[in-house]
């Protein structure tokens, strides 16, 4: 982009070590960021480098905030009726079964606490939680994305100024009442990138952690065939032996170099969590993955700060 443009590109370091965006994680840091502080596992370098942007720079984007515009690929993979709000949050909040996975006791209330969060925010009083529609369940992932994606916003509004044109309240509200069908292959967003800026079209794209290209006849994204296996078969053989010895001993040199990591940072993962005081507090048992590919690296990590900061919550 900073090419076609003829812009200063620059890249910003946020690599640190796990234990320290842990440590970070304390009542000083809640009260100056907010209880969201959380967000990326709470690294630090990545809240910091709003204080230190150049003066020049006076307005911030993510390039998020888009996704009630966007085609919500799993639900062909999940969703059938009957379907319930209970199989909703296990889908979107509890990737790949994680709070079974780590936890030996009390899973299920977890789950449960998530529904209600859920039911509360951002369900409505025409759906039936025992039977969500097609349109319910899209409606559902909107607000759900929408709710965290505004989280790097207000961090940056604090050194900058910043805003998602993408995601003001008019866009949202007319992309949530919009038709699924209408959404597939991204094609409102696609026809708004089209009119602001249709050179950015030009960029290659890079979406769902795949790559993808666009049809120009029909305005829609299209995802390889390699692209719609892996997102397809990834949650069926995840812990399975077959999915360890592929990603483990064939892929980790390849596609995932970073999976070499994985292992220490669950052991950073596991040894927080067993002596986290909310977990203590509540008598939660903690199982410990037999596997780095049992559970998603980024969601333990995530999950586990999301609990340390209940911990300064809690000695408030």
Same mark, same amino acid.
Request: glycine content about 4%; hydrophobic content about 40%; proline content about 4%.
């Given at each position: #982009? ?23 994680? *304390? ?22 480098m ?13 390039g998020?905030?888009?996704q ?9 993979v999940?969703?059938? !009726? ?15 079964? =994680?709070?079974?996975?780590?936890? !030996?006791?009390?899973?299920?209330? =977890?789950?449960e606490?998530?529904? *209600?969060?859920?039911? !509360? ?5 025409? #759906?039936?939680?025992?039977?969500l ?16 994606e505004?989280?790097?916003?207000l ?22 009442? #919009? ?23 030009g ?21 390889s065939?390699?692209?719609r ?21 064939m892929?980790?040199?390849?596609i995932?170099?970073? #999976? ?23 008598? =939660? ?32």
């Open positions: #982009m900073a090419e076609m443009f003829g812009k200063e590109f620059k890249l910003f370091d946020v690599s640190e070590e796990l234990e320290d965006s842990f440590d970070g994680i *304390d009542k000083k840091y809640c009260d100056k960021y907010g209880e969201w502080v959380n967000i990326f596992a709470n690294n630090i370098k990545w809240k910091e709003f204080e230190n942007l150049d003066k020049d720079i006076d307005f911030i984007n993510f998020a905030m888009s009630p515009l966007r085609e919500e690929v799993g639900l062909d999940h969703y059938k !009726r009957p379907y319930s709000i209970e199989q909703f949050v296990q889908n979107e909040c509890l990737h790949l079964n =994680i709070a079974e996975k780590l936890f !030996r006791s009390d899973a299920g209330k =977890i789950a606490l998530l529904c *209600d969060a859920v039911k !509360r925010n951002f369900a409505t009083s025409e #759906m039936d939680l025992k039977d529609t097609y349109e319910d369940y899209d409606h559902l992932v909107a607000e759900l994305f929408y709710a965290p505004g989280w790097a916003y961090v940056a509004n604090m050194f900058c100024y910043s805003f998602p044109p993408l995601g003001m309240k008019t866009i949202h509200d007319m992309a949530v009442s #919009m038709k699924p069908e209408y959404k597939k292959g991204s094609r409102p967003h696609i026809e708004l990138i089209h009119r602001f800026c249709d050179d950015l079209l960029v290659p794209f890079f979406t769902r952690h795949a790559y993808a290209k666009l049809d120009r006849k029909t305005g829609k994204i299209q995802f065939l390699f692209s296996a892996r997102r397809a078969l990834i949650p069926k053989l995840s812990g399975t032996w077959l999915f360890e010895k592929v990603a483990v001993g892929l980790a040199n390849i995932w170099p970073q #999976m070499k990591e994985d292992k220490r940072i669950f052991e950073v993962c596991h040894n927080r969590l067993v002596h986290s005081k909310t977990v203590q507090k509540n008598h =939660i048992e903690v199982n410990e993955p037999k596997s780095i590919t049992e559970i998603d690296v980024t969601a333990y990590a995530s999950t586990v700060a999301f609990i340390l900061m209940l911990d300064c919550i809690g000695e408030s």
